[in-house]
């Protein structure tokens, strides 16, 4: 604003002679005007801002002068060897993660490796000038469909069983997409010590391990070594189907008004530690699936049973609260 008010006086009130050439990326603009004791006043202005300078008298024909300067700006505005698809899109440094990953999809180049907005920038830069050939990748091709997949696996009880071999480069791809710091929280909710884990990439493959261990835990993917999980009868199903598993189940009926059911629920929650993969650990409502609870014919609560991880066939139970280490030599008993 400075550089053309400071134009516009210097038209008005004399003979003006403008120039302007490019330094690093940008122009400098000089204008030079008679003054009436026979010096000029220069005043030069360029994107760090305006000086002000006297010199000798320059004449010439203002109207003259700018239009040499309107050719100029015309000629040297567009690079002839830039991309002119490329004229209208915004600076990478100043659009949104979103907006760059969504750029860089619809190019049909992947941005799974790039970790921080600078990575990002740098990759859209490359697309942009042609260095990087968009040729789809398996993880822009099919991440919509898979996420959607993982996440109504991961989310829901009543997902078919993960009969498949675990899939670790869809699941890589899905946690590369989150944050560093929703990485740490997954981490921690799973008790994965991540304290030492710098880079993101670790982060990855430490969930990527844990995801592939729970799988190969559990056939219903509800279930995670070392924890109580809270379970449906569709999953149980699945759980207990014969030749699902090779590790026991350990169930405990309960109910939310029961007493003694409140007492034993962080003493399961430590047993569940200290069991780790060696058994599965659930828990069913039995007041939320009563017909569930009559098949297991429960008379007395809380109601813990073992079954067998091959057959699905009950080996033991007990009613009445039980403390950690009575849990733990109960779930031993058939290891």
Same mark, same amino acid.
Request: proline share 4%; aromatic share 4%.
């Given at each position: 604003?400075?550089?053309?008010?400071?134009?516009?006086?210097?038209?008005?009130?004399?003979?003006?002679?403008?120039?302007?050439?490019?330094?690093?990326?940008?122009?400098?603009?000089?204008?030079?005007?008679?003054?009436?004791?026979?010096?000029?006043?220069?005043?030069?202005?360029?994107?760090?801002?305006?000086?002000?300078?006297?010199?000798?008298?320059?004449?010439?024909?203002?109207?003259?002068?700018?239009?040499?300067?309107?050719?100029?700006?015309?000629?040297?505005?567009?690079?002839?060897?830039?991309?002119?698809?490329?004229?209208?899109?915004?600076?990478?440094?100043?659009?949104?993660?979103?907006?760059?990953?969504?750029?860089?999809?619809?190019?049909? $180049?992947?941005? &799974?490796?790039?970790?921080? +907005? *600078?990575? =990002?920038?740098?990759? @859209? !830069? /490359?697309?942009?000038?042609?260095?990087?050939?968009?040729?789809?990748?398996?993880?822009?091709?099919?991440?919509?469909?898979?996420?959607?997949?993982?996440?109504?696996?991961?989310?829901?009880?009543?997902?078919?069983?993960?009969?498949?071999?675990?899939?670790?480069?869809?699941?890589?791809?899905?946690?590369?997409?989150?944050?560093?710091?929703?990485?740490?929280?997954?981490?921690?909710?799973?008790? $994965?010590?991540? &304290?030492?884990?710098?880079? +993101? *990439?670790? =982060?990855?493959?430490? @969930? !990527? /391990?844990?995801?592939?261990?729970?799988?190969?835990?559990?056939?219903?993917?509800?279930?995670?070594?070392?924890?109580?999980?809270?379970?449906?009868?569709?999953?149980?199903?699945?759980?207990?189907?014969?030749?699902?598993?090779?590790?026991?189940?350990?169930?405990?009926?309960?109910?939310?008004?029961?007493?003694?059911?409140?007492?034993?629920?962080?003493?399961?929650?430590?047993?569940?530690?200290?069991?780790?993969?060696?058994?599965?650990?659930? +828990?069913?409502?039995?007041?939320?699936?009563?017909?569930?609870?009559?098949?297991?014919?429960?008379?007395?609560?809380?109601?813990?049973?073992?079954?067998?991880?091959?057959?699905?066939?009950?080996?033991?139970?007990?009613?009445?609260?039980?403390?950690?280490?009575?849990?733990?030599?109960?779930?031993?008993?058939?290891?």
């Amino acid at each position: 604003r400075g550089m053309i008010l400071s134009m516009l006086l210097l038209l008005a009130h004399g003979a003006v002679q403008v120039s302007s050439f490019s330094v690093s990326g940008g122009y400098y603009w000089a204008a030079h005007r008679q003054n009436c004791d026979g010096a000029s006043l220069r005043i030069s202005a360029n994107s760090k801002g305006i000086e002000h300078q006297h010199n000798t008298a320059v004449f010439t024909n203002r109207h003259n002068a700018y239009a040499n300067a309107r050719t100029h700006l015309s000629s040297t505005e567009i690079d002839s060897d830039a991309d002119p698809g490329t004229a209208d899109k915004p600076n990478p440094s100043s659009m949104r993660i979103k907006e760059i990953k969504s750029e860089l999809n619809e190019m049909g $180049i992947s941005s &799974a490796d790039c970790f921080d +907005k *600078e990575s =990002l920038c740098d990759r @859209l !830069v /490359d697309a942009r000038s042609g260095n990087i050939k968009g040729v789809k990748s398996k993880s822009s091709a099919s991440t919509t469909a898979n996420d959607a997949t993982e996440k109504s696996t991961s989310t829901t009880t009543t997902s078919p069983s993960s009969s498949s071999p675990f899939d670790r480069e869809s699941a890589a791809v899905e946690l590369r997409s989150k944050r560093v710091k929703e990485l740490r929280t997954m981490c921690a909710q799973k008790d $994965i010590r991540w &304290a030492n884990m710098i880079e +993101k *990439e670790e =982060l990855v493959r430490a @969930l !990527v /391990d844990y995801q592939e261990k729970a799988a190969d835990f559990s056939p219903s993917g509800a279930l995670s070594p070392g924890a109580v999980s809270m379970v449906d009868d569709a999953v149980l199903e699945k759980e207990l189907a014969p030749g699902a598993a090779t590790t026991p189940l350990m169930l405990d009926v309960f109910a939310t008004w029961c007493g003694p059911c409140k007492l034993m629920a962080p003493q399961l929650d430590e047993a569940a530690s200290e069991l780790g993969d060696k058994v599965r650990v659930a +828990k069913i409502d039995s007041d939320q699936y009563p017909e569930f609870s009559g098949r297991l014919k429960i008379s007395g609560l809380p109601t813990i049973i073992v079954f067998d991880g091959q057959t699905g066939k009950e080996l033991e139970r007990v009613e009445g609260a039980l403390m950690k280490d009575q849990l733990v030599q109960l779930a031993k008993k058939h290891t």
